[in-house]
């Protein structure tokens, strides 16, 4: 199972939006709407904050949003804050039962 | 609240076996899909494997014949050993909890550990 691709780093201005991109294949991302997302910051462990490519779990703001594409899920962040600032892994559940992710996205906060 | 803490030695030797623990508080080990995934220094997130309460398990294809995962539902803990490790297996391993919704499509990875660095070197 390859990985999911996304770029090696996005970023953005304070209050500005930044979309993120995860591209795999149709037997995972394509198919089946099991795209999850994860928040890294520096040191510590991931964090959920997008499933089912849509959803926020309680607790992540409403300015995390997700989308998807044929074979392309998207992460949005708008009104970007410093705070934002980490690694960002996107994720899917595959037709064998397995997991892949992607390589990870820094965001830079200018 | 539900919480997961992973433990296990920090250094293996070269060609031994990796054996770590990932014990859960607040919550019994029922009804959950429970994974081990590792991140190398620097690089992203491989995912390694997963255990199901029931005992059923499923492998990363590239680790499966070092892989075996075992869990210990009185005791709401699982475990990971990788044999024959190399330098290539140093990494932050974490555990983490995979749930599912009623239909049981959906699924993700809501609850992590906060990782242990495991180096191997002689």
Known sequence: QSALTQP???SGSPGQSVTISCTGISSDVGTYNRVSWY?????????????????????????????KSDN?????????????????????YTSTYTWVFGGGTKLTVL | QVRLQESGPGLVKPSETLSLTCIVS?????????????????KGL?????????GSTNYNRSLKSRVTMSL????????????????ADTAVYYCARD????????????????????????
């Open chain 1, 39 to 67: 928040q890294q910051p520096p040191g510590k462990a991931p964090k959920l904050m997008i499933y089912g490519v849509t959803n926020r779990p309680s607790g992540v703001p409403d300015r995390f949003s997700g989308s």
């Open chain 1, 8 to 10: 090696p780093s996005v």
């Open chain 2, 26 to 42: 607040g919550d019994s080990i029922s009804g959950y899909y429970w994974n081990w995934i590792r991140q190398p220094p620097g």
């Open chain 1, 72 to 92: 392309t899920a998207s992460l949005t962040i708008s009104g970007l804050q410093a705070e934002d600032e980490a690694d960002y892994y996107c994720s899917s």
């Open chain 2, 99 to 122: 749930v599912y919704d009623s239909s049981g499509y959906y699924r993700w990875l809501d609850l992590w550990g906060q990782g242990t660095l495991v180096t191997v070197s002689s």
């Open chain 2, 72 to 87: 210990d539902a009185s005791k709401t803990q699982f475990s990971l050993k990788l044999s024959s490790v190399t330098a």
């Open chain 2, 46 to 54: 491989e995912w390694i494997g997963y255990i199901y309460y029931s």
